[in-house]
């Protein structure tokens, strides 16, 4: 008889590792699968059904065919994808200066100060901030009260329900999600090359365009990614700020699913609202030349 051939310790190593690494991994894929994979799935096949009478349903198309049939609905889908855009775009314009002189500028106890208050806006929550502003810029607020002491304005000044109103509150609510991963990225710079840039004859402009940018695109990337799907999906900032006609995607999904009890509409827009998202954020790594890998890592 044969004796079975002995289990080495290397091998009792590996399938350790190997299960270990299995556990750890656990918690993630099931929350993955649990909490995004399966319930896309669903929101997929509640999009795909029609209902005909009370709990009697049956394959349709009806659901995305009155979404592209109603024009309220598709101008709503791009004004949103639009003005997405746009924000994510100013989020950008003004939170590079900012990351850059955080990250290179400052030093020591002051760089910690100064990014310690791009994070005290968010120790409140997103609807706290958004009154705020609200309270900044209603009718009877502070900035209207102040224009007409200083004799700018004869009268009250109301600078809500509009969409430059919408836009500052969601630039302000994203700020925070551009300048982290810039800050991160802007920090693994080398000084040493920019003073090269320099001293080989290049200003700020070239010095910015041809080092600084090119070795913070991950990170531009990476926070663009995030404020634009922070954006698209946000719900309070559009209709506290713009109110009853601030024309925001998500709020149709809210009356679709909360209003009129329509699960299965609801669940077609939203679902076109993912498929937008992930159309927008694939064309933009396109042209950053970045991948997902890069950005995430």
Request: hydrophobic fraction near 50%; include cysteine; glycine fraction near 8%.
């Amino acid at each position: 008889m044969t004796n079975p051939a002995p289990v080495t310790k290397g091998g009792k190593t590996s399938g350790t590792i190997r299960f270990g690494a299995v556990l750890l991994a656990m918690p993630l894929v099931l929350w993955l699968f649990l909490l995004v994979i399966l319930p896309h799935i669903d929101l997929l096949l509640v999009s795909l059904h029609e209902r005909i009478s009370y709990g009697k349903y049956e394959f349709s198309l009806i659901n995305y065919i009155e979404f592209f049939v109603e024009p309220l609905y598709w101008n709503t889908y791009v004004r949103t994808a639009v003005m997405s855009i746009m924000a994510t775009v100013l989020t950008l314009v003004i939170g590079f200066p900012v990351s850059y002189y955080i990250a290179k500028m400052m030093r020591g106890k002051g760089k910690s100060i100064l990014f310690l208050l791009c994070l005290i806006p968010f120790w409140v929550s997103e609807l706290v901030r958004t009154f705020g502003w609200m309270i900044l810029l209603r009718e009877s607020g502070v900035i209207s009260n102040f224009l007409q002491w200083a004799g700018i304005a004869d009268g009250p000044v109301e600078m809500l329900y509009n969409d430059a109103t919408i836009m500052v509150g969601l630039v302000y609510t994203s700020m925070l999600f551009m300048v982290v991963p810039l800050v991160s990225v802007l920090d693994s710079l080398d000084d040493s090359l920019i003073e090269a840039g320099y001293d080989l004859g290049g200003n700020a402009f070239t010095v910015t365009r041809d080092i600084v940018i090119p070795h913070a695109m991950p990170g531009i990337a990476s926070g663009c990614i995030v404020v634009f799907m922070l954006t698209l999906g946000n719900y309070l900032t559009p209709n506290l700020l713009g109110g009853k006609d601030s024309l925001w995607f998500t709020e149709q999904i809210y009356t679709q699913f909360i209003t009129r009890f329509n699960w299965e509409s609801g669940s077609a827009f939203g679902f076109l609202l993912l498929v937008l998202s992930s159309l927008i954020v694939w064309f933009g790594l396109k042209i950053s030349r970045q991948t997902l890998s890069e950005t995430v890592g």
